[in-house]
């Protein structure tokens, strides 16, 4: 007998699968636009409500009783702003995130004729978080596709 075939195996350890079945579709992979316009908006929030109370806590805006309802919307829109980043991170409400992220830029560009550098800056980066949303629409729609019937699931036929 020679040395050449000894040892050789000529079918796998594991199990074969069957050849005409397809793969399972995969969830594609989070863009990482998506992670940095999540990002963004998560971040900036949470600046934002930390200027807010540092704001509200001293200054005019403690003793002026016609700020209160100002803080108290500022503080409604960045943590609704916290929580549109979250979901898009996860996936979700993309037509409620856009809506939302539009209203952000809209206010930011009012905030712009102040003269305020850091509202130019906020009204920039979500406008990019906008049109992230916008270009990325088809990752916030995949689905697997259906399962296919099994042999289980299969009618019987009679005839």
Not at 30 to 49: F, K, M, N, Q, W
Not at 78 to 95: Q, Y
Request: net charge negative; with cysteine.
């Amino acid at each position: 007998m020679s040395r050449r075939f000894e040892g050789a195996i000529s079918t796998p350890d594991d199990q074969m699968t069957d050849s005409w079945l397809l793969p399972e579709p995969s969830q594609p992979r989070r863009p990482p636009s998506i992670e940095l316009a999540a990002a963004i908006l998560i971040v900036g929030a949470i600046t934002d409500i930390l200027g807010t109370l540092a704001w509200a806590s001293g200054g005019t805006a403690a003793t002026d009783p016609g700020a209160r309802p100002i803080l108290g919307l500022l503080l409604g829109l960045n943590v609704l702003t916290v929580i549109v980043g979250v979901l898009i991170r996860a996936r979700r409400a993309w037509l409620f995130c856009i809506n939302v992220v539009a209203v952000l830029v809209f206010v930011e560009l009012m905030a712009i004729p102040d003269g305020s550098a850091i509202a130019v800056l906020l009204a920039m980066l979500d406008g990019f978080v906008f049109i992230t949303l916008t270009r990325q629409r088809a990752w916030f729609d995949w689905r697997p596709p259906p399962a296919a019937l099994d042999s289980t699931d299969a009618p019987a036929d009679d005839a």
